[in-house]
């Protein structure tokens, strides 16, 4: 390991080109998801991707609340994305922080695009998102934990909506960054798209990446995301086999 001040910086990418978990650059971390999980809303979705453990729930079309919010052509799209004091290493202040409120704007945003909302004016669907663990990749396992929860719910959509990061470790794009490589590695590029037409409705960058490498996350991104697509759509025939959702493991 090499250091930087008093933070002990581990070997991101080994000679043969395997990461510190030992996934290749274009490996998705392992990825389970639960359609139904919660008998009280809606609709809802558990997601575990990686360390991630991420809950989404939601309710609506349902009353506007404040009123004042209210459009008379369409539903409006609130989401609250939150992490859970426990949720990291460090235990975070419980409550909505800066990082969390500019989430949730951004996740609103990318659903109102792809949610038919002119079918329910003058309501509110309503998005929750906990993440009850940690581990990089929060709000794209939230937008994936969101979506599926809004097909569990019935709101109709132009498709599901995967997302994933992207990202540059030790001078080379990887997919899908765990802790270590978002904490250390030289960029990040958090996307989600709509798979049937490519359109990406989401798509931020920290740190820095030339014009090729962009090309290059861009393109990992895509596959990611289609791959993530199928996972979804399983997770869903599976709730639909059923019936019921089943109970999410490793959950409270």
Same mark, same amino acid.
């Given at each position: 390991? @090499?250091?930087?001040?008093?933070?002990?910086?581990?070997?991101?990418?080994?000679?043969? @080109?395997?990461r510190i978990d030992g996934r290749?650059? $274009?490996?998705?971390?392992?990825?389970?998801?639960?359609? @139904?999980?919660?008998?009280?809303? $809606?609709?809802?979705?558990?997601?575990?991707?990686?360390?991630?453990?991420?809950?989404?729930?939601?309710?609506?079309?349902?009353?506007?609340?404040?009123?004042?919010?209210?459009?008379?052509?369409?539903?409006?799209?609130?989401?609250?994305?939150?992490?859970?004091?426990?949720?990291?290493?460090?235990?975070?202040?419980?409550?909505?922080?800066?990082?969390?409120?500019?989430?949730?704007?951004?996740?609103?945003?990318?659903?109102?695009?792809?949610?038919?909302?002119?079918?329910? %004016?003058?309501?509110?669907?309503?998005?929750?998102?906990?993440?009850?663990?940690?581990?990089?990749?929060?709000?794209?396992?939230?937008?994936?934990?969101?979506?599926?929860?809004?097909?569990?719910?019935?709101? %109709?959509?132009? $498709?599901?909506?995967?997302?994933?990061?992207?990202?540059?470790?030790?001078?080379?794009?990887?997919?899908?960054?765990?802790?270590?490589?978002?904490?250390?590695?030289?960029? $990040?590029?958090?996307?989600?798209?709509? %798979?049937?037409?490519?359109?990406?409705?989401?798509?931020?960058?920290?740190?820095?990446?030339?014009?090729?490498?962009?090309?290059?996350?861009?393109?990992?991104?895509?596959?990611?995301?289609?791959?993530?697509?199928?996972?979804?759509?399983?997770?869903?025939?599976?709730?639909?086999?059923?019936?019921?959702?089943?109970? %999410?493991?490793?959950?409270?």
């Open positions: 390991m @090499g250091s930087i001040g008093a933070k002990e910086v581990p070997v991101l990418l080994s000679p043969e @080109g395997r290749r650059l $274009d490996e998705l971390r392992a990825l389970k998801i639960t359609a @139904g999980a919660l008998h009280e809303a $809606d609709g809802s979705a558990y997601v575990e991707w990686g360390a991630n453990k991420v809950m989404a729930a939601v309710y609506g079309p349902r009353e506007v609340h404040p009123r004042h919010l209210q459009q008379n052509n369409k539903a409006i799209v609130q989401c609250r994305y939150n992490m859970a004091a426990f949720s990291v290493d460090e235990r975070k202040r419980p409550g909505l922080d800066r990082r969390s409120q500019e989430i949730s704007k951004v996740i609103s945003e990318a659903f109102e695009s792809v949610i038919f909302a002119e079918e329910y %004016p003058r309501t509110s669907i309503d998005v929750y998102i906990e993440v009850l663990q940690a581990n990089a990749g929060t709000r794209c396992a939230g937008i994936v934990a969101a979506s599926v929860a809004l097909a569990d719910a019935g709101i %109709p959509m132009v $498709d599901l909506l995967p997302a994933v990061a992207v990202g540059k470790v030790a001078g080379e794009i990887a997919l899908d960054l765990k802790k270590e490589e978002d904490n250390f590695g030289e960029a $990040d590029l958090p996307m989600a798209l709509v %798979p049937q037409s490519g359109r990406l409705v989401l798509l931020q960058m920290e740190g820095h990446m030339t014009a090729p490498e962009l090309a290059r996350a861009l393109e990992l991104g895509v596959r990611g995301c289609r791959s993530i697509y199928e996972t979804m759509k399983q997770a869903l025939r599976e709730r639909y086999a059923t019936g019921t959702g089943a109970e %999410p493991q490793g959950a409270a």
